[in-house]
């Protein structure tokens, strides 16, 4: 088991940056590939990024790629997403979030930070 807490979220200006963090306390992180949601208001949480549990893979949704990038550090328990060029429709309640198989969708994830909140200001 893996328990997740997300922090680094706030408001930025449209075009800064920023990046979130999420620390994991479970001593199987190491084992887990790791991805980012996001969910704005009355939307449905969707996929950010992924990265395999060495780091080795990434992938990134359509509407991020070329602008976040997510990484992580096994010695320290953390993965991160930073993110740059940050646009309005960025804003959202950022979720992190572990799988032992991988995948794009929600339900392909079974454990879940409580969220980070990013506000991008026009």
């Known amino acids: 088991q893996v328990q997740l807490v997300e922090s680094g979220g706030g408001l930025v200006q449209t075009g800064g940056s920023l990046r979130l963090s999420c620390a994991a306390s479970g001593r199987t992180f190491s084992s887990y590939t790791m991805g980012w949601f996001r969910q704005a208001p009355g939307k449905e949480r969707e996929f950010v990024a992924t990265?395999?549990?060495?780091?080795?893979?990434?992938y990134y949704a359509n509407a991020v790629k070329g602008r976040f990038t997510i990484s992580r550090d096994n010695a320290k328990n953390t993965v991160y997403l930073q993110m740059n060029s940050l646009k309005p429709e960025d804003a959202a309640v950022y979720f992190c979030a572990a799988t032992r198989d991988g995948g794009t969708r929600r339900l392909d994830y079974d454990t879940w930070g409580q969220g980070t909140q990013v506000t991008v200001s026009s």
């Open positions: 990265i395999s549990a060495s780091g080795s893979f990434t």
